[in-house]
């Protein structure tokens, strides 16, 4: 399977990560991108997806539906070519387990930005 996750900052006064998940293999059924609920060392469930602002998937630029399945689970429906999902994360969260953004710094925990098919 390619992936490719691309971390771009799209606004840093509006404290915005973009993200692009290139996926390069067909599946006849779709992907499923699934945000994590846990961090590594707590157990605390945690409501990531929250800090999605957008999440759009497309074909050579060509839009393709995407579907919110519940609080943390979309659908991208089935495709034959490379698909492009982007997403962009609001990150203000000044603590270890989430993303901050603005003029002076940049974090970004991996459980927050990088989706799990």
Do not use: Q
């Not at 779709?30 to 759009?56: E, H, Q, T």
């Not at 539906?65 to 495709?79: G, S, V």
Request: glycine share 2%; aromatic share 12%.
């Amino acid at each position: 399977m390619g992936v490719k996750y691309t971390v771009a900052i799209k606004d840093i006064h509006a404290h915005i990560f973009k993200v692009v998940l290139t996926l390069n293999n067909h599946n006849s059924l779709g992907w499923v991108l699934s945000s994590l609920c846990r961090i590594p060392g707590s157990y605390l469930i945690r409501d990531f997806a929250k800090n999605i602002i957008s999440i759009k998937t497309k074909i050579h630029n060509l839009k393709i539906p995407i579907k919110k399945l519940d609080k943390n689970h979309w659908i991208a429906y089935p495709c034959e070519n490379v698909l492009s999902i982007e997403y962009e994360i609001y990150a203000f969260d000044l603590s270890v387990r989430s993303a901050y953004l603005d003029n002076e710094r940049a974090f970004l925990m991996a459980v927050v930005c990088f989706y799990c098919l």
